[in-house]
């Protein structure tokens, strides 16, 4: 595994699903058994690429969610490596319980592209804000959660799914994102990326938190504080080993998580360290709330999910340490 970082706090011209579509593209064309599911929502994923180039194996089945999971598991079964794309709201709460049965108890794993995860629903709405789609696909045993945060960590897993016969769920943001990692970065599923070194806090964060807490670290630093910024983009299996010894080293710990953090990242690094190492530890995220209709930013701001709130975490972190 290896990375460049490029964080500068800018967004990327691109679009983090082009990432998806990208490599389902260079897939498709290596591998005949490759097929792309989608919900009625091909133009959302910018699925049209490789629909042009690929007719015959991508499939639309409407609106129609349940019946796509099913289908999905019954092609796995067939030999075929189904890739499943719909709202992330609709990839949890909706098909749960065809995806438990159908893909995962019958051992058939596939793919589950939920898009616009957490707040980057945005305006899309209340209705559309899943803050407890991966928290769901936890349950499920032998599931893999992914939550990676900009375009190249989107293609690079993308493609290693392709070889992992293990149910999984990757949350994708669709639109506007800051990009992390450069050109031939590779990641490691089930390893987190460790971004920043420091001994006085760690932040383990993912998805669109991984640039909020490169920003807090920025800051931080300036004023003395310096904190390791590990993006656990792996949800499940979690990166364990990493995540002990940074809380050995570190002495305490804050996760940031664009989900609810009574049942994702947060609860997941909890459990973990509970059992093996505990320290004190904050946590960044939506605690106990519906969505709403609003821009990104404003959510972040909403949820309390922004730099400024890391930097806070942080620092009540470090004085909980020393009671």
């Not at 591998?31 to 792309?36: L, Q, W, Y």
């Not at 992914?146 to 990757?170: E, G, H, M």
């Not at 809380?247 to 997941?268: F, K, P, Q």
């Amino acid at each position: 595994m290896s990375y460049t970082l490029v964080f500068n706090d800018t967004k990327d011209p691109r679009n983090c699903r082009e990432g998806y579509v990208d490599a389902m593209y260079d897939l498709m064309k290596e591998n005949e058994k490759i097929v792309h599911i989608d919900c009625d929502l091909i133009g959302c994923v910018g699925a049209a690429k490789i629909q042009k180039a690929y007719p015959d194996r991508v499939i639309n089945c409407g609106i129609a969610e349940a019946n796509a999971a099913a289908m999905a598991a019954g092609m796995k079964a067939t030999g075929m490596i189904p890739y499943l794309h719909t709202f992330g709201v609709f990839a949890g709460r909706r098909i749960f319980d065809q995806i438990f049965i159908s893909s995962a108890y019958s051992n058939l794993g596939i793919h589950v592209i939920g898009t616009d995860p957490g707040v980057t629903a945005g305006v899309n709405g209340a209705t559309h804000m899943p803050f407890e789609d991966a928290g769901l696909y936890l349950e499920i045993p032998g599931a893999v959660v992914l939550d990676p945060c900009d375009y190249t960590q989107v293609n690079v897993l993308t493609k290693k799914l392709c070889k992992d016969d293990r149910l999984s769920y990757l949350r994708l943001i669709r639109r506007g994102f800051k990009p992390v990692y450069g050109e031939g970065s590779d990641f490691e599923i089930g390893k987190a990326v460790t971004l920043t070194e420091g001994n006085d806090c760690a932040i383990i964060c993912s998805g669109i938190m991984v640039g909020n807490a490169l920003k807090a670290h920025d800051v931080l630093l300036k004023e003395g504080i310096e904190v390791s910024v590990i993006d656990m983009f792996t949800w499940k299996p979690l990166d364990e080993k990493t995540l002990i010894k940074a809380a050995e080293r570190c002495g305490c710990i804050v996760s940031a998580e664009n989900h609810l953090i009574s049942c994702g990242l947060g609860s997941a690094v909890a459990n973990c360290l509970a059992a093996n190492h505990p320290v004190p530890q904050e946590f960044i995220g939506i605690k106990d709330r519906f969505g709403q209709t609003a821009l990104q930013e404003v959510l972040e701001e909403e949820y309390e999910m922004t730099s400024e709130h890391i930097i806070k975490a942080v620092k009540k972190a470090i004085q909980r340490k020393g009671i």
